[in-house]
């Protein structure tokens, strides 16, 4: 089992850019999020969806986007990348919820010029 | 509102040496749970503990011992005997029962063992 996968690690942006990064896990969660993780700010809840088809807002969510088409995979989407976006990102996915444990992917470290 | 709290941003210890990480939580809920995340410096976080807040027993696992205080709302995290392999970031987390899906996060504590 791979557990949580993220695509891309790493990613350059210039402002204005847009791009999609893709997380993926293999455990049959229903739950699945994304996290920024700023130094010193912690990780702070972007989007999450609890099921094939939903989303929902998180504490920071403006400026992204998300979908979830497929139970398995979670997108979360940057129309105009500011600089502000630059950022750590984590997926995350758990079987039944923030009550349970979450599964993270290694991140995504973005930065938007 | 759920508020984290690790007021210790770094800390640095030798060898052996025990440590205690703190955290101090806040919310007005009677039902929530507390975590303790890892984050070796590979950069991928690790579950270590959940803890609900019917529970207040203590719990040991090996090196690491959690002390669960609601009277202190704290949620205090000790290594014993430190090894260099325990050198992370440590994340303490608060969700409540229903409702929003939130997990709040402190800001973690550095955490590093010198040999």
């Known amino acids: 089992n791979a557990g949580v996968t993220q695509t891309p690690k790493f990613r350059v942006l210039k402002t204005g850019q847009s791009m999609t990064l893709l997380c993926a896990q293999d455990?049959?969660?229903?739950?699945m999020y994304w996290y920024r993780q700023d130094p010193g700010m912690g990780l702070r809840l972007i989007h999450y969806s609890v099921g094939e088809g939903t989303t929902a807002k998180g504490e920071v969510p403006d400026g992204y986007n998300v979908s979830r088409l497929k139970k398995q995979n979670f997108l979360l989407g940057l129309e105009s990348a500011a600089p502000s976006q630059t950022s750590v990102y984590f997926c995350?996915?758990?079987?039944?919820?923030?009550?349970?444990?979450?599964?993270f992917g290694p991140g995504t470290r973005l930065t938007v010029l | 509102a759920q508020k984290v709290t690790q007021a210790q941003t770094e800390i640095s210890v030798v060898e052996k040496e025990d440590v205690t990480l703190d955290c101090v939580y806040e919310?007005?809920?009677?039902?929530?749970?507390l975590f303790w995340y890892k984050q070796p410096p590979s950069g991928e976080l690790v579950f270590l503990i959940r803890r609900n807040s019917f529970d207040e027993q203590n719990e040991i696992s090996g090196r690491y011992s959690w002390n669960f205080q609601k009277s202190t709302s704290s949620f205090n995290f000790t290594i014993t005997a430190s090894q260099v392999v325990d050198s992370a970031v440590y994340f303490c987390?608060?969700?409540?029962?229903?409702?929003?899906?939130?997990?709040?996060f402190g800001k973690g504590t550095k955490l590093t063992v010198n040999p």
């Open positions: 995350a996915s758990s079987l039944a919820g923030a009550r349970n444990e979450q599964f």
């Open positions: 987390a608060l969700t409540l029962q229903g409702g929003s899906e939130k997990l709040v």
């Open positions: 455990m049959n969660h229903e739950y």
């Open positions: 919310t007005r809920d009677t039902t929530y749970y």
